[in-house]
């Protein structure tokens, strides 16, 4: 059994700053990939940066130069920083595995960014 434990969501005022961080456990063959997606109230879930093994990144357009994402192999886990929060990146912000075999999810945990 696979399980992701999301941390560090909350609110924010705009400007501020979040660390997200998401630690993988269980039996899983080689991962690929791992990331951040987000879900906002009546849209679509996106990506927002993914981090492959090997150390390569991928962001959103909308979220370059305020967010980073960075990993530690060893123990399986995903951070994401958020910074320079602004009101549009309220949303669950979900966090993903993604091996040879399938893909896995979050529960999700809220960000919310609001004066």
């Known amino acids: 059994q696979v399980q992701l434990v999301e941390s560090g969501g909350g609110l924010v005022q705009p400007g501020g700053s979040l660390r997200l961080s998401c630690a993988a456990s269980?039996?899983?063959?080689?991962?690929?990939?791992m990331g951040w997606y987000r879900q906002a109230p009546g849209k679509q879930r996106e990506l927002v940066a993914a981090?492959?093994?090997?150390?390569?990144?991928n962001y959103a357009d909308s979220v370059k130069g305020r967010f980073t994402i960075s990993r530690d192999n060893v123990q399986n886990t995903v951070f994401l920083q958020m910074d320079s929060l602004k009101p549009e990146d309220t949303a669950v912000y979900y966090c993903?595995?993604?091996?040879?075999?399938?893909?896995?999810w979050g529960q999700g945990t809220q960000v919310t960014v609001s004066s």
């Open positions: 981090i492959t093994s090997g150390g390569s990144t």
């Open positions: 993903n595995l993604q091996t040879v075999l399938r893909n896995y």
């Open positions: 269980g039996s899983f063959f080689s991962i690929n990939a």
